[in-house]
């Protein structure tokens, strides 16, 4: 019996997980999806009108996205509308995966099925500087 190829793992360890299969390689911190702003909470104001879709930056260590436990990747929204508050990140409009300046909600930090991060919806990889000054404020967040 032949050893089955990485696909054909990565294959598997979607369908167990049930995620896009397809999505697997890009599934790692500083990837930009566009999810249905619906599974979106923003607790200030409950009762917004939510757009079709809402871009998310995956935060979460690699360890955590591959397997088929946690089902869920951590990710911060982002808003092209709203303002920055403490604590959250200005986000260029030339950062890879972004089409227009936003703010990274770093303060929303929430998790999302990793179902719902699908290969359509991927748009690119942040740049490792702006991953890292996300995880830093994350930690000022978390550690103090």
Do not use: W
Request: charged share 25%; glycine share 6%.
């Amino acid at each position: 019996m032949s050893k089955p190829s990485l696909e054909e793992i990565q294959r598997r360890v979607a369908a167990i997980a049930g995620h896009d299969p397809n999505v697997i390689a890009q599934m790692k911190a500083g990837a930009v999806f566009e999810i249905d702003d619906a599974l979106i909470r923003f607790p200030e104001n409950v009762d917004r009108e939510p757009h079709a879709f809402r871009r998310v930056i995956i935060v979460q260590s690699a360890e955590y996205l591959t397997g088929t436990a946690p089902k869920t990747a951590l990710v911060v929204p982002c808003s092209a509308s709203g303002s920055r508050g403490r604590g959250d990140v200005a986000i260029a409009e030339n950062e890879p995966g972004f089409t227009k300046a936003c703010v990274a909600y770093t303060t929303l930090v929430m998790p999302v099925l990793r179902a719902d991060l699908r290969r359509e919806n991927f748009k690119g990889h942040v740049r490792p500087e702006t991953l890292a000054l996300l995880h830093a404020q994350l930690h000022k967040l978390l550690a103090g």
